[in-house]
């Protein structure tokens, strides 16, 4: 009934511009005044959830707000360009036709006195989403050492000691400085404890993960916490040349248990500065991609708070580790319980490691090691035990595999568990509402990109892993392998693929994404994988700049389940995010994208993130 009379004021507007914005201010004006409480009441409990009870969207507000910019690009496929929209509540109510948006433009001075009506500058997309990503390490990420593209031991040692001088409370025994981003590509040799050793650091708990966050590098003291001899440990590896301090995959659980976790006031600063910094970046929504059952209990929290400005779409994870069944210690949140604001609806298990550090399960030996083809960290089989027994409890079953041989098993748990779930269906047509996904998806045989495509599993994918990796994979892949099985985008478009960052793994600057995906070279240097200025690698699975912005709007809403997640995309009833740029996307340069500067970004209608501040 309020939407009502706002969206008069904008139809009437457009036969009597003057008349009617007069009659509207008065109209609105007294609604915000007196009457907004009852008519919210009366449109019932959502509208209350809407204005009331969501702290998030600040005080009562008008009901019905029209917001007009220089272009909006809807992605909505039928009304792919508009000027105005309104908003009720945190939703889209009505992208209006050009012939009333011309009027209210034209009639701009006219509205100078409604509250309701907002001309902007700028140029609108919608609200981004990361498919794959981790919210509360990316918080702790911000709140540790960044040693990302060091290239010596000395300089990994000066990060850490620069991070001392601001964080000087940090280093002891309960207090470890974590940091993560080294690359044993990057540094020139397979880092030990010794290069963190230095007058300075002496003595103090320092552990910093791979930049893939399947290796941890420990100092001294914390190799001091740990027996002298180490057992092998199926799925992971101690690394013993040149010498001590890394741990990979299920080896790390080791230094992990030693880990003081950080407590609840400290993840809460977390997910505050991760969900502020990612704002910045044009991010309405993320998949986080594994969450345990103390950091789910705390997104509830935190949802009620006004700092969640971010929607999650987070995957569990079971407190005794990977690929285990814990059904009683998770419980699903829909979209719908929290004002679109969380969902927890599957499971995230993991069929092998990382291809940096040949821990990825090939089906052939590395072509860098022929003795090594790396490992499954479950046996196919217990896969598919426990994906089938997370279908049967109704989750969306996620499954992290790298390498060409986690991959085919990982299609085979999935092909299994969707068996279960839908006795009575063709498997692909129980794909259609279950949507499970393979993270990473990073090398996949052939054969089984055409049994993804039968079934319709959905690839999740990070584009800038490809360029991130794509300096070594030809080594560790080999030329056939990887022209034919790895880093597919173009090839498996058909199953609309979910892009994301992997934050902290990488940057989530999603336009950094785009950038790799149309032009498949790396974004933080714009070359090529032979560091030139040419052709992209293996371009042929580029993307176009459209294809890639679904990606990461309309196709992570589409991979999210449980139902009432209309994001991504502009239109009426939709959930009203967007994002404002300096000019419409297809008018920036690709060599833009590495380095774009989103102007405004917009979450249930409500602005979360202004460049000169809100
Ligand atoms: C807006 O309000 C001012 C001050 O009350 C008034 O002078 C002006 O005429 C109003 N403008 C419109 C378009 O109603
Ligand atoms: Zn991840």
Known sequence: MSGAASQASSRLAWLAPLLISILGASILGSYSQGTTDNVLYSKGKELYDTYIQRPFLGRIQAPLQTHCYDSIKTLDAENPHARCFTVSGHRFDRILPDLEANEIIGHRESYENDTNVHFHEGHVIPGLW??????????????????????????????????????????????????????????????????LADPVLEGLYVMIDRVDVHCTLVSKAILDLLPDEFPDIPGGEVVREPGMGVFCDNAMDMVYDLWPQPNEARKTEFVKSAMKDLNRFGIVGVHDAGVNSAGLDLFKKLTKTPDWTVRVYAMAECTAGHNHFCADEVSKVSFQETGDLLAVQSIKLFADGALGSWGSAMIEPYSDRPDASGSLLASASALTDISKSWAKAGY?????????????????????????????????????????????????????????????????????????DMAY?????????????????????????????????EPPDPFRGIYAATTRKSPNTGKNADGGEGKGWHDGEALTLEEALLGFTRAPAAAAVGGGLEAGVIKGGGLADWVVLDRSLGEYDAEDLRSMRVEETWVGGRAAYRRGGL
């Open 130 to 195: 990361d498919g794959h990503g981790h919210l509360l390490q990316y918080g702790e990420f911000l709140h540790s050492v960044n040693i990302f593209g060091a290239k010596t031991p000395s300089e990994l040692r000066e990060r850490v000691r620069e991070y001392l001088r601001t964080n000087p409370e940090s280093g002891d025994k309960d207090n470890w400085i974590r940091g993560v981003g080294w690359d044993q590509n990057i540094l020139g040799h397979m880092p030990t404890a010794e290069d």
């Open 396 to 468: 969306q079953v996620s499954i992290h595999a790298i390498g060409d041989l986690a991959n085919r098993v990982a299609i085979d748990a999935l092909e299994e568990a969707l068996k279960v779930a839908c006795p009575d269906q063709p498997t692909a047509e129980c794909q259609k509402t279950r949507r499970f996904r393979i993270e990473h998806a990073q090398v996949i045989h052939p054969d089984d990109q055409q049994r993804m495509h039968s079934i319709g599993i959905i690839p999740s994918i990070q584009p800038t892993h490809a360029t991130s």
């Open 473 to 505: 994979a030809e080594k560790r892949l080999g030329r056939k392998r990887t022209a034919e099985s790895a880093y597919r985008m173009r090839s498996v478009l058909g199953l609309n693929p979910v892009l994301g960052s992997d934050f902290p793994v």
